[in-house]
């Protein structure tokens, strides 16, 4: 759940950041994959995290 949720604000957040730079269509797709990717990695580590927790 937190990587989907991950995914998806991390595209927009880094489409949003491109498009207020002035970048064009290529930058925002760039933008938008970088952030997903690693916004989705977070929430990875997120969830391995909560898993580790609520296991014991």
Same mark, same amino acid.
């Given at each position: 759940?937190?990587?989907?949720?991950?995914?998806?604000?991390?595209?927009?957040?880094?489409?949003?950041?491109?498009?207020?730079?002035?970048?064009?269509?290529? #930058?925002?797709?760039?933008?938008?994959?970088?952030?997903?990717?690693?916004?989705?990695?977070?929430?990875?580590? =997120?969830?391995?995290? =909560? #898993?580790?927790?609520?296991?014991?």
């Amino acid at each position: 759940m937190f990587v989907i949720a991950g995914l998806v604000l991390g595209a927009l957040g880094g489409g949003w950041q491109a498009r207020r730079r002035g970048g064009g269509v290529a #930058d925002i797709a760039q933008y938008a994959a970088v952030y997903a990717i690693l916004f989705g990695l977070i929430g990875l580590f =997120v969830t391995l995290g =909560v #898993d580790r927790m609520v296991r014991g």
